[in-house]
């Protein structure tokens, strides 16, 4: 079963900490990596992309790593601020139109 | 990219009840999709609304209680027909742009 998982379920932070968001799929085939940040009340925006041969790829302070081996990607944040709170979410792409969503880690960054 | 606006943004509906959502994009696309995100939830896909054929709908999901209109390339219409409480989330539409997909903002449904 085509599956996204992603820890942890929640995360607090102070302000200029940094943080790694975990996401572990089973998903065949595999198409691309996304990750999405969604603000409380908005839908999910886009973060980063990622295809099979990709390893990383950044998006400001945030920084996606792909290893489709272990199928395992993570998400880090640098030098978080107090408008990085919000829910992250995990994509991963089976086909055209076939996207498996992870349930999202909620992160909350405080002064 | 995409913008996509959605209306209503939330509302609060007695159950057995209906409510339209409408959603319009600012560029002509193919296909357009409708999500539930229900609370604490991932985004779960209703369907996958194409212009000028019957949407499709995913395991779970029923024209009779989500029927879709998709009228033209830049417009569609999600209902949620006889309302119960359990239909209480977020409704999103969602387009794929050439790299990645885009949301629209949602629609906040309460059922009471």
């Known amino acids: 079963k085509n599956q996204v998982e992603q820890s942890p379920q929640s995360l607090i932070i102070l302000e200029g900490k940094n943080c790694t968001l975990q996401?572990?799929?089973?998903?065949?085939?595999?198409?691309?990596l996304r990750w999405y940040k969604q603000d409380t009340g908005r839908g999910p925006v886009s973060l980063t992309i990622m295809t099979f041969s990709e390893n990383t790829k950044s998006n400001g302070r945030y920084t996606a790593t792909l290893d489709a081996d272990t199928k395992q990607s993570s998400l880090h944040i640098t030098a978080s601020q107090l408008s990085d709170s919000a829910s992250y979410i995990c994509v991963v792409s089976s086909g055209t139109y076939k996207y498996i969503f992870g349930t999202g880690t909620r992160l909350k960054v405080l002064a | 990219s995409a913008v996509i606006s959605q209306k209503p943004s939330r509302d609060i509906c007695q159950r057995g009840t209906s409510l339209t959502i409408q959603c319009q994009v600012d560029s002509q696309v193919t296909m357009m999709f409708w999500y539930r995100q229900q609370p604490g939830q991932s985004l779960t896909l209703i369907a996958t609304?194409?212009?000028?054929?019957?949407?499709?709908?995913e395991s779970g999901f029923v024209i009779d209680k989500f029927p879709i209109s998709r009228p033209n390339l830049t417009f569609s219409t999600l209902t949620v027909s006889n309302m119960s409480p359990e239909d209480s989330s977020i409704y999103l539409c969602?387009?794929?742009?050439?790299?990645?997909?885009?949301f629209g903002p949602g629609t906040r449904l309460t059922v009471t």
């Open positions: 609304a194409n212009q000028g054929s019957e949407a499709t709908y």
């Open positions: 996401c572990n799929y089973t998903v065949s085939p595999f198409s691309n």
């Open positions: 969602s387009v794929e742009g050439r790299d990645e997909q885009y």
